[in-house]
């Protein structure tokens, strides 16, 4: 039998602005994961964690602050950082060890503490780093970015404000239902067109805030936890970690200018769809299997495109499945049940191992009052910054 | 007394007599091209091996990819006015160089012309002025006053 990676325990420790020590998070996540594991911690011969880059050197080698913290136990260890897909290479490392056969089980740590306000780059002149350089000559910042993909879906396929306050208010309901949220609330449509301009058309309550908060997983492989009586875990079908392929014609955070598509045409599917289909194929299924997806609405406008890069729809089509209610509790295919970052607010490294909890809970029936009837299938998209996205695929 | 500028940036973008462009480094292999120049180690195209570039001085022109307008201030570095006042940035593409890249509204027009495939021009704009009283430029994006014009020639070579 091929082998298989299972989740059999997830955690989070609730997503907030608790100003406190990013180390804590982790372990009450790592913690309440192995609880729901049932293992011991000193079973876990795997330690991964997620990287954070605002907490000083102990974010920059989470993999061993999380095991320090948990108590040393010789295990091996890795710390991995993607951006916002951090959580998903962490993932990624943990499984790939497991389905090598290099070990059984793993636990997988994010967690962050964030500063209010815009992300700002990191401190010091670095005239080099585009990162450094888009808020030096230009102001623009990740909203900016965010506003571009919102105004193209207006001037291009005709979606209103009214479409993304409703995708606002749609991941707020579900979001009001997710103890683990840090927003819940059932914000209203006039919640949101109240809300200051921050990048026009983005108001303040559509652009995801800035959270501390921590997600962990125990992965397994399906042999080991059967033989401890854990049966029925959710099979990590697939993780995607695919970058871009040249010339990459979207404009992305964090670069100034495009690639040019003068001497090689554009690919005929784009990053983020790519990521996805690559996700698809390792995972042998189509967006027609989908049950639920937990996709990165960095901006609630942005939750629109990932639709279309699920291949939930044609592109230019996100919109009408939105106004369908295809997309809510109760729809075909419920985006965002946890409340996605509407509700949550990004904890960095931390948000794509969140989403991978709300599938293992979905696809398990444990999702409590946002349960989507009868979840067999779900999908992560994530997109970090540098050519880094994430798709993970769960099975029940 | 003449009031001192420079670039906020050398290398991305010339300013003279008048006539601004961006700088491209096309790779003398397979003619692709990158922005800003700065950023090439070897040629991005994957499959050329091209490890030498020539200048490009990129097309003044483009089209409105898309556009936003900023009504919080930005974080440092960037310096922002004060008393803040809301400011707008453009992506635009590049028909000549097949690309598309970023940059502010320029001072004196208005967001109010700029839609998705407006036509826009290459201009400067002050971005601060630093702790020596010198105005730092940046390019900075226009509408093009008369729109039915068939711009010119949009690519000038120059020697590397």
């Not at chain 1, 102990?58 to 950082?81: D, E, K, M």
């Not at chain 1, 949220?181 to 809300?195: E, G, L, P």
């Not at chain 2, 991005?44 to 900023?70: I, K």
């Not at chain 2, 998705?116 to 704009?125: A, N, P, Q």
Request: glycine fraction near 10%; charged fraction near 20%; include cysteine.
């Amino acid at each position: 039998m091929t082998r298989q990676v299972v989740a059999i325990g997830a955690g989070m420790h609730p997503w907030g602005k608790w100003g406190r020590n990013f180390v804590e998070y982790g372990v009450h996540a790592a913690k309440a994961a192995l609880a729901e594991a049932g293992i011991a911690y000193t079973d876990v011969q795997y330690v991964v964690g997620a990287n954070t880059m605002r907490n000083g050197y102990p974010g920059y080698v989470a993999g061993a602050t999380f095991a320090q913290a948990l108590g040393w136990t010789g295990a091996r260890i890795a710390s991995a950082y993607a951006a916002c897909a951090s959580g998903s290479q962490a993932i990624d490392i943990a499984r790939t060890r497991i389905l090598a056969g290099l070990c059984d089980v793993a636990l997988v740590v994010g967690a962050d503490t964030t500063p209010k306000g815009f992300l700002a780059p990191n401190a010091g002149e670095r005239p080099d780093d585009p990162d450094w350089q888009r808020f030096h000559l230009l102001g623009a910042t990740n909203p900016t970015y965010f506003a571009f993909a919102a105004r193209r879906r207006m001037d291009l396929y005709g979606a209103t404000e009214d479409d993304f306050a409703a995708v606002k208010v749609k991941n707020a309901a579900m979001g009001a239902l997710n103890p683990n949220a840090r927003y819940q609330k059932a914000f209203t449509r006039d919640d949101v067109f109240a809300s200051p301009l921050v990048s026009d058309p983005l108001r303040l309550l559509q652009i995801c805030a800035t959270s501390d908060g921590g997600a962990a997983l125990v992965l397994a492989s399906r042999q080991w936890a059967e033989q401890r009586g854990i049966t029925g875990a959710p099979c990590i079908a697939a993780v995607s970690t695919a970058t871009p392929t040249y010339p990459a014609t979207t404009v992305e955070l964090p670069d100034i200018a495009t690639d040019s598509s003068r001497v090689v045409a554009p690919p005929a599917r784009g990053f983020r769809a790519d990521v996805i289909h690559q996700a698809y194929e390792e995972a042998g299924l189509g967006p027609d299997d989908l049950d639920l997806a937990e996709v990165y609405d960095l901006s609630s406008a942005m939750e629109l495109d990932w639709y279309e890069d699920l291949a939930l729809c044609p592109v230019g089509e996100a919109e009408k499945l939105l106004r369908a209610g295809t997309t809510t509790l109760g729809g075909r295919v419920p985006v965002n049940t946890s409340g996605g970052l509407g509700a949550f607010g990004e904890a960095v490294p931390a948000q794509a191992i969140a989403q991978v909890c709300e599938l293992v809970w979905q696809v398990r029936g444990d999702a409590g009052a946002r349960q989507v009837e009868g979840a067999r299938v779900g999908a992560t998209a994530n997109q970090g910054l540098f050519g880094h996205g994430s798709s993970v695929i769960v099975t029940r | 007394m003449a009031v001192q500028v420079r670039p906020a940036i050398d290398g991305w973008f010339v300013a003279e007599d008048g006539v601004v462009a961006l700088l491209g480094a096309q790779c003398t292999t397979c003619t692709t091209v990158a922005f800003p120049a700065t950023k090439v180690i070897v040629c991005p195209n994957p499959a050329c091996d091209g490890v030498e570039f020539r200048r490009l001085e990129m097309g003044r022109r483009g089209r409105v990819w898309s556009y936003t307008t900023n009504h919080y201030a930005a974080p440092p570095p960037y310096v922002s006015p004060d008393p803040f006042v809301p400011y707008s940035v453009l992506a635009v593409e590049l028909p000549d160089v097949d690309l598309t890249v970023l940059g502010q509204l320029a001072d004196g027009a208005s967001i109010d012309d700029i839609r998705v495939g407006s036509e826009v021009e290459l201009t400067t704009k002050a971005l601060y002025t630093d702790g020596d009283g010198v105005a730092r430029l940046v390019w900075a994006w226009r509408p093009v006053a008369d729109a039915s014009v068939v711009p010119r020639a949009m690519t000038a070579e120059v020697s590397p």
